[in-house]
């Protein structure tokens, strides 16, 4: 998870001390965190292998941002990075696919946000990803109470308050 329970109680104002609900705060938050991976793909750091994809001169994979690639294959055959195809935080860029061949992209990468990034777009990605999952856990933990400043707020206006938050590169 890209959040522990002591930082939601910290948003909410619950004192870090109290683990009374701390199960109700740890569901909030895995609900949250798939949520937003739902929306806009974003997750925790991790290592996702043999991701198969239709083929696409643009392939964008389903954990973003992409940190790195190991692998990439077009049907049974192994690309080489930076000749066959070139990786940016937020696509995979294949040019010379003809789309008659092959059938199949298979990817083995490394997506997600992590705390220790250092470049600035998935540092951006990482505190989105953190503001927008301590809000959408905070809604999660407070249904039927009010939400932002005294505003009701269902569960789709609250994603789309939130989507607007998210840096224009992460919106796919």
Known sequence: MILETSDLKTYIGVDTRDTVNDDKYTQSLVWAES?????????ARATVTDEKHDPSAITIPK???LYSVT???LEDIEQTED????????YIKIPYLNATEPKSIKITYVGGVASDDTKTEFIQ??????QSILKLAAYDCQKGDTYNGGKDLDLYE???QIMRQVPGALII
Do not use: M, W
Request: with cysteine; charged share 10%.
């Open 35 to 43: 949520v937003l991976y739902q929306h806009r793909c974003i997750g």
């Open 63 to 65: 954990l973003l941002p």
């Open 71 to 73: 692998s990439l294959y």
């Open 83 to 90: 000749e066959d195809y070139f990786v940016y935080p937020y």
């Open 125 to 130: 990605a990482y505190y989105a990803a953190k």
């Open 158 to 160: 609250t994603i789309n």
